[in-house]
């Protein structure tokens, strides 16, 4: 297609969908703003002056500016031949997120809340972290921008992620242990909420995925969004088209949004998200909310959920932390729904067998969590065309995951 072809194309299909969410913050019967009255001026005030913000020019300027000369972007569009031959031969492009400052895309919009929260005279930043990438993301936000930083992280995952709690604390943040619950990230997000609502006042709450309640998983969008942005760019330089298939893994769903979003509008190009199978379809055994969740509300949004008959939110598992959540973000939910993007699982064995592939074949060590995306390309690659041009999105380095890989080598070695 010529590019004058696809501009007309893509004129005419912007047309056909809503721009969504819609004013109350909906995709579909996905989304809202499901928090107690007194986080209701908040939101507003963050809705207000995002909106503002993103028509100005000072705004996006500064942003652009960190964006290039502290992130590291435009982040490389690169080919992987071997690794391509080894899913069936198509041919494969990896965005490289994972060679973003602090090693995956959670900083693209972790940068931009920290922006906004200054335009808004905030100068306390929370955030809440599983793995501890958001974490530290948001702790070097807040360090470039001369922000407090308070980190709320479950003790078990502290114990977990030593690494990452050591990082944010070199980097001026607070890190506070999480004692409730099952002390994972659920846990750590309601204490999150519960300090936001004390001091709403003075204090911006940065969500690190396209979760949460309205306007959130709009803002994380859109400051995602810049990886499918780019990548388009680049892969009209290499090859002159629009690609086939383009395809992440989903936690929460920022980095595959992300990678999709400019490409929703373009009917031809086939999105594929992947979720955490984990060890198998027990519920318990895995975070694949399309194949075994129901509608329900968690944390101020109403999305797909692992809840149990009762409506008690499910424990979940995944080899990657960074997957291991009961929700989805709701414009996930809205997009399965209306057919535009297919889900499927990657199971923890075949998510670490693409972990190796990609780390012997091209030389670059995936995250856990991207390496699901590949997993699935690695399994349903020869249900692709051979002339097909596939995106994956690379989300992080796998760097965090050497020592729990090492590990699991050295269990199954014994
Ligand atoms: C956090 C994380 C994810 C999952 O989050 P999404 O919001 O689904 O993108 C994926 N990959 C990496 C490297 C992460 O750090």
């Known amino acids: ?157 502290m114990a977990r992620q030593e690494l990452n709690v050591f990082r944010m604390r070199l980097l001026g943040a607070e890190v506070v242990p999480v004692t409730s619950g099952s002390r994972t990230l659920k846990d750590a997000i309601n204490e999150a909420i519960r300090d936001w609502v004390t001091n709403v006042r003075t204090t911006h709450y940065i969500i690190g995925s396209v979760l949460g309640p309205h306007p959130y998983p709009m803002v994380v969008r859109d400051f995602q969004s810049v990886i499918g942005r780019e990548a388009l760019a680049q892969i009209r330089k290499k090859v002159n088209m629009l690609p086939n298939v383009a395809v992440a893994c989903v936690g929460g769903g920022s980095n595959a949004i992300g990678l999709f979003h400019e490409m929703v509008k373009h009917e031809g190009i086939r999105l594929v998200g992947v979720e955490a199978g984990g060890r198998g379809p027990k519920l318990g055994e895995h975070a694949a909310r399309f194949s075994g969740g129901a509608l329900g509300v968690l944390h101020g949004t109403r999305s797909m959920i692992l809840q149990d008959p009762f409506g008690q939110i499910a424990e979940t598992h995944s080899i990657s932390a960074g997957l291991d959540y009961a929700s989805i973000g709701p414009e996930h939910a809205y997009l399965q729904g209306i057919g535009r993007v297919e889900y499927h699982d990657c199971s923890d064995d075949l998510a670490l067998e693409a972990f190796h592939k990609l780390s012997e074949s091209e030389g670059i060590i995936p995250a856990l969590e991207s390496a699901h995306a590949l997993g699935w390309l690695l399994h349903n690659g020869s249900s692709i065309a051979r002339d097909a041009v596939v995106i994956a999105n690379l989300s992080g380095r796998g760097d965090k995951d050497v020592p729990q890989v090492a590990e699991l080598l050295s269990k199954t070695h014994q």
Do not use: W
């Open 1 to 157: 297609m010529t590019v004058t072809a696809e501009r007309e194309e893509s004129k005419s299909e912007s047309k056909k969908r809503p721009a969504l969410p819609d004013r109350r913050g909906y995709f579909g019967e996905f989304g809202g703003k499901y928090v107690p009255e007194t986080l209701m001026a908040a939101l507003e005030e963050f809705e207000d002056v995002y909106r503002k913000v993103r028509r100005d020019r000072s705004f996006r300027a500064e942003l652009d500016d960190i964006l290039r000369d502290y992130v590291g972007r435009p982040t490389p569009l690169t080919e992987a031949k071997k690794f391509a031959e080894l899913c069936g031969g198509f041919r494969l492009f990896l965005k490289r997120e994972d060679l973003n400052h602090t090693g995956a895309h959670k900083i693209n919009n972790a940068m931009g809340q920290a922006l906004i929260a200054k335009r808004m005279g905030k100068q306390r930043i929370i955030a809440e972290t599983g793995a501890g990438q958001h974490g530290v993301a948001t702790a070097t936000a807040c360090a470039l921008l001369g922000l407090q930083c308070v980190v709320y992280m479950g003790e078990v995952d």
